[in-house]
């Protein structure tokens, strides 16, 4: 079932939801506000219209959501695709005039080839694993044209184990997450939270160069990835 889907819905369709719960592996669960996936561009944070300023070319955003920075894209003249795994946000986009909408994982996407993959709201957490993240890069270099552009944003979790000694069998920003809404309960699935200098060193051994161009001072940040060189 898509849980996170019907909260969707329900704030698109209502402006409102019941309170939608975001269980996760390390902590009591947290509520999720839902009405921040149809923000303004004046009520988004500073890092995500440093990655908005940052997009070159024909654009896919992976993870659109409700495609609201889809939709900031478009207004700018970008050939802007966006990508979702759930046919309610896909939906929901279309209704929003988000003009190119593909319902894929990007895992499984072939079709095109773009000059920025962008995702924002940690969505390259979507990865799942430090493993998952390093088969991505892999994939990646199939997806851009050359020169091509990896746009992400994520943060250091160390924070959350201050009071907590850190998991010892596997990286710490490492988790897993489960929407629970109305009562009902989505599959648990994994997320990626990724350190800095950890980013930089799988980066180069992946074969790209990584600048980190936006830092906002409580642990998360923006990064920008291209090709090291050619393919051998």
């Not at 004046?42 to 955003?61: F, N, R, S």
């Not at 710490?172 to 980013?199: C, H, M, R």
């Not at 980066?203 to 830092?215: I, K, N, V, Y």
Request: with cysteine; aromatic share 12%.
């Amino acid at each position: 079932m898509d849980v996170f889907g019907s909260a969707l819905q329900d704030q698109f369709t209502n402006q409102t939801t019941e309170t939608l719960w975001l269980n996760n592996s390390y902590d009591e669960p947290e509520e999720m506000p839902v009405d921040i996936f149809f923000r303004t561009e004046d009520e988004m944070p500073d890092i995500e219209l440093e990655a908005l300023d940052m997009c070159e070319g024909k654009v896919l955003d992976v993870g659109g959501g409700a495609g609201s920075h889809a939709l900031i894209l478009q207004e700018r003249g970008y050939e802007i695709t966006a990508l979702d795994i759930s046919t309610v946000a896909v939906d929901i986009m279309k209704k929003r005039g988000v003009v190119n909408v593909i319902e894929g994982d990007i895992f499984n996407y072939t079709t095109e080839k773009f000059d920025t993959l962008l995702f924002l709201m940690n969505g390259i957490g979507l990865t799942g694993t430090l493993e998952g993240f390093k088969k991505f890069l892999n994939h990646a270099k199939s997806l851009l044209n050359e020169g091509g552009q990896l746009l992400f944003d994520s943060s250091d979790i160390t924070y959350l184990y201050e009071d907590m000694e850190m998991p010892a069998d596997k990286y710490y920003g490492e988790v897993s997450y489960q929407y629970e809404y109305k009562n009902e309960k989505g599959e648990w699935f994994n997320w990626l939270y990724i350190d800095p200098q950890l980013l930089k060193k799988i980066a180069r051994e992946s074969g790209w160069e990584c600048h980190l161009l936006f830092d906002d001072g409580q642990d998360q940040y923006l990064a920008e990835m291209r090709l090291a060189g050619p393919e051998q």
